[in-house]
């Protein structure tokens, strides 16, 4: 196969890695060096596939008239070869993509990694649990995570939407809530998704999950969270 058709296999390797959902999230944290060896990689069994393909094509009658259509409109050798490579490093994902959900393999992806904020994360998105996040300032947020954080480094953003919000004490670091987002969610009166905020991990000092239950236990808060939070939290994701 000549050196210039390489970049066919190489590039439905590219292909598989970036639609295939349980490879994409792991694909997105790769520099260019390891993505463009893990693409090769990739490329091999597709490589060989789509030889095969082409080799029992061209083995049945209307195989070769289609071989002699393609020789026409230009004699490049193992061109078939490498476009049935690219062909399957598209269909093959799409395939795949069918027999499961982009969140399952998000989740497997997560699960695979050893960043611990994105398990937390994805645990209280599937748990349907509020998560408490501190930030640097001090500031702090309590509420549902809408969309968890990309895997790509550079989209490292978590959006929320808040029920609560407060901040820590500067020298004790108790936590004081002052504002009810919850409350006002349930007048009616304002579309919640003008609430919802985004945050840069790198701001954010600590997080965990939020169990308003656990948290009366330990001390009465200034702004109670709101007590159906079952109920608030399928208003939220089914609007």
Known sequence: MPWNLLLLPLLAGYCGLHICHFFRFRAQKQDGHRLLFESALAGIPLLILGRLTTHWIVSESWGRLVERAVVEMGDVPFIGTGMAALLFGIALPLFANALT?????????IKATDNGFLRLAHTALRREMPISL?????KVYIGYVVQTPNLRLAEQYIHVLPLVSGYRESTTLELKLTADYAKVYATGKV???DFSITIPLASIDSANLFDPNAYELFLEPAVPPPDDQDDLFSTVMGR
């Not at 959900?101 to 992806?109: L, P």
């Not at 501190?134 to 001090?138: A, E, G, I, S």
């Open 101 to 109: 959900s982009t969140e399952r393999a998000k989740w497997w992806a």
């Open 191 to 193: 579309n919640v998704d």
């Open 134 to 138: 501190t930030l640097k300032t001090r």
